[in-house]
Nanobody, 123 residues
Framework: QVQLVESGGGLVQAGGSLRLSCAAS????????MGWFRQAPGKEREFVSA????????YYADSVKGRFTISRDNAKNTVYLQMNNLKPEDTAVYYC????????????????WGQGAQVTVSS
């Protein structure tokens, strides 16, 4: 069992930056691939980014490529999402998730989810 807690959300102007953190409980954090998803009001949850167990492979949605960076610190049981050049369309609740089977793009591939962090980008 893994418990995930996101932090770092907030309100920012367009063009600004935020860094989300997701702290995981337990001793097996490095055995999980980690992902970030987001859900805007009235829309389905969508993939944002993912990182492999070791951190050697990263994946991004086209909409955030070049602006967002995912990373992890297995010693701290934490995954990060650095978000730069934020746009109003990035406004959503952001969720981190852990995958036992090293899932990447599909939310069905993830086994544990955090409670979400609100990110609001004003124009």
């Amino acid at each position: 069992q893994v418990q995930l807690v996101e932090s770092g959300g907030g309100l920012v102007q367009a063009g600004g930056s935020l860094r989300l953190s997701c702290a995981a409980s337990g001793r097996t954090f490095s055995s999980y691939a980690m992902g970030w998803f987001r859900q805007a009001p009235g829309k389905e949850r969508e993939f944002v980014s993912a990182i492999s167990r070791s951190g050697g492979n990263t994946y991004y949605a086209d909409s955030v490529k070049g602006r967002f960076t995912i990373s992890r610190d297995n010693a701290k049981n934490t995954v990060y999402l650095q978000m730069n050049n934020l746009k109003p369309e990035d406004t959503a609740v952001y969720y981190c998730a852990a995958s036992v089977k090293a899932g990447v793009y599909g939310d069905w591939e993830y086994d544990y989810w955090g409670q979400g962090a609100q990110v609001t980008v004003s124009s």
